[in-house]
Each structure stands twice: as C-alpha cells, then as structure tokens.
C-alpha cells in the first residue's frame, strides 16, 4: 500500500528566511502525482504545489519550489522569503496515475517568528 | 477562494442524535469527498462520488453514509452519534476529466459528540 511519511510534525522560520519541509513516499508504481497542501488556522485547504512523477523537472510557484527524488522516493518542499501568511498546516500528498484517492501524510505545522 | 461550502462549521451535539453534515459546491464539479482529520493527524478518505447516484466507500471505515442525488450536493450522514465520531470532517471536490486534478476544500465541520 502507498505511504506519505511527513517526519517534522512542527518547525518553525524567522520571517524572510527559507525553510525545507520534507516529506518520503512509498510506492511502487512508476507513474503518479505528488502534492503540497496548505492549511492555515481555521481557513481551508489549498493547492500549494503539484508534481508529476513522469517529470524530471522540479515544480516552481513563486516562492515555492519541490525537490523530487524519485529513486529516493522524496519531495521535499522549499519556501524561499517565508511571509506570516505562511504560517499554517502542510500537507504532503501522493495520488496513482489511474487512480483519484489521494493519500496524504500526518502534516508538518509550520510556524513564522517575526 | 474555492466555491464550495460546509455547514455547520462546528456542531456539539449529545450520543444518540441523528446528525447530517452539509457539503455543496457551485462549480459543477463531479467527484466530491469527504475526509476525516483528528486534530495533528494526516486526512483520512471516508466516502468518495463521482457523480450523481455514485458514492463509494473510502481507505477509513466509517459509520456514516452518504448521498450524491445532485451535482451539487453531498451530504454526510450519521444515523446515531458517538464520542468516537468526535472529529473534523472535510469535504473536497474536483472536476472529472483530467485526472488529478487538484482538490477544492471546504472550511470543514468541528463535530464533537458528548
């Protein structure tokens, strides 16, 4: 069965500094989807970022990029000049080619220090 | 922000009640969710449908049912309420089609059962 393993359940950034979150999946298909979602307090879910496993090249947002490893099985998320508003619950996300479930891991509570 | 809206936000209510949490979406999606969260814990898929008179049963037994008579609606429904449903519950949705696709969350429910 396919795992998302998130192995920070809290870390915390001084504002404008850049923060790495990291996230390990398992399985064993060749072709899939990896996601980041961001959960703020009280305030919903949201797409941070979307990687295609068939892609070699790593998936940029504006201040957000992923490093995918897929040998390593790991797509760790950076955020570059971390803002208040970054303060919030994120989610790493796996999804099968041809299959909608999405699975997703235990969360990594991100805090900001002004 | 995404169109899609559950009600209540938070619900307190005693063992025993009958309850029915409310999930709808105005942007014609057809694959709607519904995602359970304990509080620091990863989301767990409770009930999925792809369309109209389709639902499914998701990764998370669960002692709810659910409805899908209109696109736009996907209720969840829990017969006779225990402490051990005490929990968030999400509600998603995404287009068909293109496979994928990222989730649009509502704010969610609170439920806590007494």
């Known amino acids: 069965a396919q795992t998302v393993t998130q192995s920070q359940p809290e870390m915390s950034v001084q504002e404008a500094e850049t923060v790495t979150l990291s996230c390990t999946y398992d399985?064993?298909?060749?072709?899939?989807?990896l996601f980041w979602y961001k959960q703020p307090p009280s305030r919903q879910m949201i797409l941070v970022i979307r990687q295609e496993a068939y892609k070699q090249q790593n998936a940029t947002e504006n201040r957000f990029s992923v490093n995918f490893q897929k040998a390593a099985k790991s797509f760790s998320l950076k955020i570059s000049d971390s803002q208040l508003g970054d303060a919030a619950m994120y989610f790493c996300a796996y999804s099968m080619n041809r299959d909608d479930k999405i699975i997703f891991g235990k969360g990594t509570r991100l805090h900001i220090l002004p | 922000e995404a169109d899609i809206y559950q009600t209540p936000r938070y619900l307190v209510i005693g063992t025993g009640k009958k309850i029915t949490l409310e999930c709808s979406q105005t942007m014609g999606h057809d694959k709607m969710y519904w995602y359970q969260q304990d509080p620091g814990m990863e989301l767990h898929l409770i009930h999925y449908s792809y369309g109209v008179n389709s639902t499914e049963k998701g990764d998370l037994s669960s002692e709810s049912t659910v409805s899908r008579i209109r696109t736009e609606h996907f209720p969840l429904t829990l017969e006779s309420a225990r402490p051990s449903h005490t929990s968030q519950y999400l509600c998603a949705s995404s287009p068909l089609g293109a496979t994928n696709e990222k989730l649009f969350f509502g704010s969610g429910t609170q439920l806590s059962v007494l």
């Open positions: 399985t064993s298909e060749s072709d899939y989807y």
